[in-house]
T-cell receptor
Framework: DQQVKQNSPSLSVQEGRISILNCDYTNSMFDYFLWYKKYPAEGPTFLISISSIKDKNEDGRFTVFLNKSAKHLSLHIVPSQPGDSAVYFCAGDLNQGGKLIFGQGTELSVKP | NAGVTQTPKFQVLKTGQSMTLQCAQDMNHEYMSWYRQDPGMGLRLIHYSVGAGITDQGEVPNGYNVSRSTTEDFPLRLLSAAPSQTSVYFC?????????????FGPGTRLTVL
């Protein structure tokens, strides 16, 4: 049972446009949702998170939206830059000692 | 701060061999976790710890052992390596209470089991 799903393995966007990465979940017990960015041969780095009691969180070019009724969250990157090209993982946090449940990841390619 | 460090960066084992993947953090984080990353599967939790002397199983614990004798270190042991354990392994840590619930990840260990 995949509790967190990212159904798009890849996404290609032009520089300056908006990138929208999507994530669906099934477990209503997630306390937080997090987005991580990963470059090849490096560990994931934290990008932005949202509490399950909120519906939007914004940090610079990055905004995460949470729709609890649809069990869906999305990450918006505006404007997209070539340096944003990476694999993006969403994760649900059960708030049980740091247990994160990750989606499969979406590879974002931002073309100049 | 060095953050989360992992050794070795690369390792090749033969089936049946044993080894320990090392993980250390210098941020005084109580929570530490081990994940493995496989193509198309994302990161999956192997074991985690909420403090020295306390460990618990994650999603895919079979074939792995952990112990936590200090706050800083959280080694992962493979007792008898199998080709299915070929993967990239990441260690992570965090404080129990943070503003963003973020975990900090190490650079990973790439393991190949022949």
């Amino acid at each position: 049972d995949q509790q967190v799903k990212q159904n798009s393995p890849s996404l290609s966007v032009q520089e300056g446009r908006i990138s929208i990465l999507n994530c669906d979940y099934t477990n209503s017990m997630f306390d937080y949702f997090l987005w991580y960015k990963k470059y090849p041969a490096e560990g994931p780095t934290f990008l932005i998170s949202i509490s399950s009691i909120k519906d939007k969180n914004e940090d610079g070019r990055f905004t995460v939206f949470l729709n609890k009724s649809a069990k869906h969250l999305s990450l918006h990157i505006v404007p997209s830059q070539p340096g944003d090209s990476a694999v993006y993982f969403c994760a649900g946090d059960l708030n049980q000692g740091g247990k994160l449940i990750f989606g499969q990841g979406t590879e974002l390619s931002v073309k100049p | 701060n060095a953050g989360v460090t992992q050794t070795p960066k690369f390792q090749v084992l033969k089936t049946g061999q044993s080894m320990t993947l090392q993980c250390a953090q210098d941020m005084n984080h109580e929570y530490m976790s081990w994940y493995r990353q496989d193509p198309g599967m994302g990161l999956r939790l192997i074991h985690y710890s909420v403090g020295a002397g306390i460990t618990d199983q994650g999603e895919v614990p079979n074939g792995y052992n952990v112990s936590r004798s200090t706050t800083e270190d959280f080694p992962l042991r493979l007792l008898s390596a199998a080709p299915s354990q070929t993967s990239v392994y990441f260690c992570a840590s965090r404080r129990p209470s943070t503003q963003y619930n973020e975990q900090f990840f190490g650079p990973g260990t790439r393991l190949t089991v022949l």
